[in-house]
């Protein structure tokens, strides 16, 4: 850039006849920019910013992200490079986040690589879950030899807890949508300590399945040890109160939803703004009104994780099917047979079908462990689904799903090639 005193300078030399290159030389300038100022290319003292070579394409990738938002750099940098890009890996994610072009994905709720693996988390922003397995369940209750309970722990002090009929992935799933609710928050981070899916050693199935969870309630996950600042403080841990205390308040003939309203109300006793063990102002319905740092508060309008619990029964000589404490009718002359109950976590409706496949009872689902029997025409069956996007709200995003450009896109590349 000349300066205008240098300009002047210019100007007078030429006009006595001095060449452009011994001007240039008695400026210290070079020859072009000396001739682009005097034939009036260029004003003086005006710097002239150098052209963003990733700017005509930034309506392309603005589309491309906008429909995907999982879309990797790499792909999209192939994509551009064909339609005459010339910069590197680099200079593309460097530009992407220079203008904010990756929108948030809003079904998963993206959650940044760094936050993924868990190793990040602070103390503070954890929600620590723990699986624990107490002796001689209820007969009732159908759980077998072991009744299972997920307790759910915020570093505050306040903790819930669910109570799950196996350790099957789904009920696990269920377990920790219940607590949430319960919490009515959840950490920005999960801790799984003890958790049985968790730890899947075979093909880490479960563990994909649990991150995808994470991210459906808004959180990521981390699995491993706790770290020790949150063993702290010994009353901190509601598993010795559960285990020693609670556990001996249960006896054989107490009915599931029972039991778990008794295990809400012995949480919320010990909420930790409780006042004294046996304080006559205590209240069951009292909650820690200070959130822990990162915590976010929990939409109780978010539908449940779409999974799918299925089990099999065996039809009663009353033609019933006993599922979850409630017992719902089938068609006459089936008593003995073995079906299967197959109930999605975010569906009102479950169904009832033969070992190979056929559907022969739908009804909607009574509250767990309400004693219920649920008869009559029960839900029309559906055989076929419409066509068209069916509830893909519910659907959670998994970053996987690759998408091609759309008619938008292809505009802005005719455009790019023209």
Same mark, same amino acid.
């Given at each position: ?5 240098e300009y002047a300078d210019a100007r007078r030399l030429y006009g006595e006849g001095w ?12 020859r072009k920019t000396v001739r682009s100022y005097l034939v009036g290319g260029r004003t ?35 994509? =551009? !490079?064909?339609?005459?890009?010339? %910069?590197?890996? @680099?200079?593309?994610?460097?530009? +992407? #986040?220079?203008?904010? *072009? ?8 993206? =959650? !940044?690589?760094?936050?993924?693996? %868990?190793?990040? @988390?602070?103390?503070?922003?954890? +929600? #620590?879950?723990?699986? *624990? ?29 669910? *109570? ?255």
């Amino acid at each position: 850039m000349l300066t205008r005193e240098e300009y002047a300078d210019a100007r007078r030399l030429y006009g006595e006849g001095w060449s452009l290159s011994a001007i240039a030389r008695f400026l210290g300038r070079d020859r072009k920019t000396v001739r682009s100022y005097l034939v009036g290319g260029r004003t003086p003292g005006v710097r002239i910013s150098p052209q963003d070579p990733f700017e005509p394409f930034v309506p392309y990738c603005r589309q491309r992200l906008c429909d995907d938002p999982h879309l990797e750099a790499t792909v999209l940098l192939k994509e =551009i !490079t064909e339609l005459g890009y010339r %910069g590197r890996y @680099s200079t593309l994610t460097r530009a +992407l #986040r220079k203008r904010h *072009l990756r929108p948030t994905c809003t079904q998963c709720r993206c =959650i !940044t690589p760094d936050q993924d693996t %868990g190793e990040t @988390s602070a103390a503070g922003n954890e +929600l #620590r879950f723990t699986w *624990l397995k107490l002796p001689d369940p209820p007969p009732r209750w159908g759980a077998g030899s072991q009744g299972h309970v997920l307790i759910g722990s915020l570093p505050s002090g306040r903790w819930r807890a669910a *109570l799950a009929e196996n350790e099957d992935l789904p009920q696990v799933i269920e377990a920790i949508d219940l607590v949430l609710r319960r919490l009515g928050e959840t950490g920005r981070y999960w801790r799984l300590d003890s958790l049985p899916a968790a730890h899947c050693h075979t093909n880490g199935m479960a563990k994909s399945e649990l991150l995808r969870v994470a991210r459906h309630y808004g959180a990521s996950l981390g699995t491993g040890p706790l770290r020790p600042a949150t063993l702290a403080s010994p009353a901190l841990d509601p598993l010795r109160p559960v285990r020693d205390f609670w556990w001996h308040t249960v006896r054989s003939d107490t009915r599931l939803y029972v039991a778990q309203e008794s295990l809400d109300n012995f949480a919320s006793w010990l909420d930790p703004r409780h006042p004294e063990p046996g304080s006559p102002d205590c209240s069951g319905d009292v909650t820690d009104g200070v959130q822990a740092a990162g915590n976010r508060s929990l939409e109780l309008g978010l539908h449940p994780f779409p999974a799918r619990i299925q089990v099999t029964r065996t039809i009663t000589p009353q033609d019933l099917v006993p599922f979850r404490g409630n017992y719902y009718a089938v068609p006459s002359g089936l008593a003995g047979a073995r079906v299967e109950v197959s109930w999605r976590l975010d569906q009102p409706h479950l169904s009832i079908s033969a070992t190979r496949g056929a559907v022969i009872a739908r009804h909607a689902v009574a509250p767990r462990g309400a004693d219920r029997i649920v008869s009559g025409p029960g839900h029309a069956i559906t055989l076929e689904r419409p066509h068209g996007r069916l509830r893909d709200d519910l659907k959670p995003c998994d970053g996987t799903n690759r998408l091609p450009p759309s008619p938008a896109a292809l505009t802005h590349a005719r455009v790019l090639r023209s």
